[in-house]
């Protein structure tokens, strides 16, 4: 996923790249294409790269073990400078080219915040209701008659030591 800067004028200009992760090498969880929506803004010392990246990606669902699929999205910018100021250095997201630099390859960069875009928890839905402890049926598809049983392992603790109380 390449931009050829060398003949591009200064100014603002959009434009759409993709790549197959197969092409890639990327494994799971993504699946299809990478897609990137570029603003790509240059001036005389420097240039500005804005991308929207979105990616399809497969999960398995935290509290009900099914399988599902999810656009994971994501912006980051990338700063390349045409001169190297130290001060500006430890920024991550700063970068140096020179005035000769023919084109500037996001791939590295876009992989790598589409792993940071990866949800720590995965879950189908945010309502996801999960699988009974004791009988694991899937709530979201069935109810079970396990509601009496159905107690947190804590508050199971709670009440036995109040059982010892009292
Ligand atoms: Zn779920
Ligand atoms: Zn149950």
Redesign the pocket.
């Known amino acids: 996923m390449k931009i050829k800067i060398s003949n591009l004028p200064e100014g603002i200009h959009e434009l759409e790249l993709s790549k197959s992760v197969n092409e890639l090498n990327l494994e799971e969880p993504f699946k299809n294409k990478i897609n990137l929506d570029c603003k790509v803004d240059k001036s005389h010392h420097q240039i500005v790269v804005n991308c929207n990246l979105n990616i399809d990606a497969d999960f398995v669902c935290d509290r009900c073990n099914t399988n599902y699929s999810d656009v994971i999205k994501t912006n980051f910018k990338l700063v390349y400078l045409f001169e190297k100021k130290i001060s500006e250095a430890t920024d991550i997201n700063v970068k140096y080219i020179s005035k000769t630099t023919e084109e500037i390859d996001l791939t590295k960069d876009a992989i790598d915040f589409a792993y940071l875009a990866v949800p720590m928890k995965k879950l189908c839905n945010v309502n996801c209701k999960g699988l009974?402890?004791?009988?694991?049926?899937n709530?979201n598809i069935n109810e079970?008659?396990?509601e009496t049983?159905?107690i947190n392992p804590v508050w199971e603790k709670l009440l036995s030591l109040k059982d010892k109380l009292n």
Do not use: A
């Open positions: 009974c402890p004791s009988c694991g049926t709530l079970c008659n396990c049983e159905n």
